[in-house]
């Protein structure tokens, strides 16, 4: 996936786990540090792909936090609900199991 480019949506930065986002994070940090050194030594050819980096990497820490202060949900706590349920009904049937137990006793 290319950084700063329109692949890198906050609709898309949803469907990613945290360990692929502080993936990315890393990547973009390394293309600004690459950006930057070629700007220092006059080989940059296009300056507009350091702000759009710098803007990949500002989006890229939002998502981070807004998953750490809870505001947008991550991909395993959508999947964690369903599961949830599902442990309910496992419960519910583990305590009627010894009532019917005693019940044919």
Do not use: C, W
């Not at 996936?1 to 890198?8: H, P, R, S």
């Not at 390394?30 to 220092?40: D, G, I, K, P, V």
Request: proline share 3%.
């Amino acid at each position: 996936m290319a950084i700063g480019t329109k692949e890198l949506a906050t609709s898309e930065l949803d469907t990613y786990e945290d360990e692929r986002l502080v993936e990315e994070l890393r990547k973009a940090k390394e293309e600004l540090f690459n950006l930057r050194f070629q700007s220092a030594t006059g080989q940059l050819e296009s300056h507009g792909r350091i702000r759009a980096v710098k803007r990949d990497i500002a989006r890229l820490y939002t998502v981070i936090r807004e998953r750490e202060l809870g505001i947008r949900a991550t991909p395993a706590t959508i999947a964690a609900p369903a599961k949830a349920a599902k442990a309910k009904k496992t419960k519910k049937a583990d305590a009627e199991a010894p009532a019917a137990q005693e019940e044919a006793e």
